[in-house]
């Protein structure tokens, strides 16, 4: 599918992206070499005032101004003081929208992904992770804005059948009235060996 068409699909909100996106292709060439996931796990996040778990709920900042921008684009952020992570941004420019990838499998690359991921103790574990996905990859925080239909990155979209994709609570997330019931959008295809643990929320806010 040609890129322009692949961003198309990018400017729906992050809910509906999100599914579309498993068993999509993220490839990222660094100087030591390439790197392909397979999507296996994602997460939505929309923008501001409707969802409380999202970084963008109460409006842009110089953190969030990439969520804020065209769809395709890297959003990262850093977690717990020690840990990026990754979103795809979606919508059109001016309204804010992402998908964290939470997990995948390494289908090209793999001897790379295995140094840069020196305590996965066998392939599965490579990307199983939001924090293990962006190592996998080579992506750094710097890397923040850069446009994933354009290199050094890659996105191929495969979507799979909709019957093999499953839906709950995102991971981790505490939100207003009860993050699973409001929010079931944590994807993933179901049985999967690569999909990270399920984890409740606790009593705070966090965002993807």
Not at 96 to 121: D, I
Not at 144 to 150: E, F, P, Y
Not at 180 to 188: E, I, Q, V
Not at 192 to 206: F, I, M, N, Q, W
């Amino acid at each position: 599918m040609p890129a322009d068409a692949d961003r198309r699909l990018l400017e729906a909100p992050a809910h509906v992206v999100a599914p579309l996106l498993l068993g999509a292709v993220l490839t990222h060439v660094t100087p030591d070499g390439a790197v392909a996931v397979r999507l296996t796990e994602v997460e939505a996040y929309e923008g501001e005032g409707q969802d409380p778990g999202s970084h963008a709920h109460r409006g842009r900042t110089p953190r969030t101004a990439v969520m804020f921008g065209d769809p395709g684009h890297l959003y990262t952020y850093f977690t717990y003081g020690m840990h990026t992570c990754a979103n795809i941004t979606c919508l059109p420019s001016g309204r804010a929208s992402a998908v964290l990838l939470r997990a995948g499998e390494v289908v090209a690359g793999e001897a790379l992904a295995q140094r840069r991921r020196t305590t996965a103790k066998r392939a599965a574990e490579l990307a199983r992770g939001p924090a293990r996905l962006v190592v996998a990859l080579g992506i750094v925080l710097a890397d923040g804005g850069s446009d994933v239909l354009t290199p050094p990155f890659g996105l191929r979209l495969a979507p799979v059948a909709p019957e093999a994709v499953s839906a709950g609570p995102r991971v981790g997330v505490s939100g207003e009235g009860g993050d699973g019931d409001r929010f079931p959008w944590r994807f993933w295809i179901t049985g999967d060996p690569t999909v990270s643990p399920y984890r409740p929320g606790k009593a705070r806010l966090r965002s993807g």
